[in-house]
């Protein structure tokens, strides 16, 4: 996790708490940028309001992944009685609930894993931030995320946790890179890989 930008003085701000630009699924590990003043945090949400912003995740997907892929599906929330939380799924695009959803993958590496058979390594950016966007939109084209309870393969899923005793998502924001307007020059941020990626790629 980084923080953003200028040097925090409280006495300048001290009617300012500092805050992070947006959010990430809970079960993603990431990348996360704060605001220490109110104007870099204004900046954070204007950029991110305009696309201004680039996001890369890594992913471990079920299946053998082609070597590229862009989705273009709208996306909607619903609610999940089953799960009894919020989810989202793919939409037709004249719902008006639905929202353009745009998500772009490159295919990094293909594994045969000894336990979860074939899975792929692949680095993803999106136009786009819907709530679990990646993972719907990957479900969708029929490559899950391991360890994705929600959208994901419950029979792999079921190996990764009682063979293997891994119950992580592997979904990582990686890297956040962006223009700062304060110091004139494109800044990037990156979060080391998660040990949970480790230990399935390197079997």
């Given amino acids: 996790m980084h923080d953003l930008l200028r040097a925090y003085i409280p006495s ?18 990431w990348v996360l940028i704060a605001g220490k003043t109110y104007d870099s945090l204004q ?19 079920v299946g053998r992944f082609p070597k590229q892929l862009s989705i273009y599906k709208p996306l909607k929330k619903i609610f999940s009685s089953k799960f009894q939380r919020g989810k989202t799924i793919v939409s037709d695009s004249e719902d008006i609930e639905s929202k353009e959803s745009t998500t772009h993958c490159e295919l990094e590496k293909i594994f045969q894993h000894p336990i979860l ?7 993803v950016q999106i136009e786009t931030g819907r709530m679990h966007q990646i993972r719907v939109h990957l479900a969708d084209a029929g490559f899950p995320v391991l360890g994705d309870i929600l959208y994901g ?8 946790l009682e063979k293997l005793k891994i119950k992580n998502l592997f979904l990582h924001c990686w890297k956040y890179s962006f223009w700062d307007n304060f110091a004139g020059n494109t800044v990037a941020f990156q979060a080391p890989i998660p040990n949970h990626f480790d230990l399935i790629l390197k079997k």
């Avoid at 058979?117 to 680095?123: A, G, H």
């Fill in 12 to 29: 300048k701000d001290w009617t300012f708490n500092p805050s992070f630009g947006y959010r990430l699924d809970k079960e993603t590990s």
């Fill in 43 to 61: 900046y954070i949400n204007e950029i991110i309001r305009n696309r201004q912003i680039q996001k890369e995740y890594l992913t471990v997907v």
């Fill in 117 to 123: 058979w074939t899975i792929s390594l692949i680095k």
């Fill in 153 to 160: 393969h419950p029979r792999i899923n079921r190996l990764l």
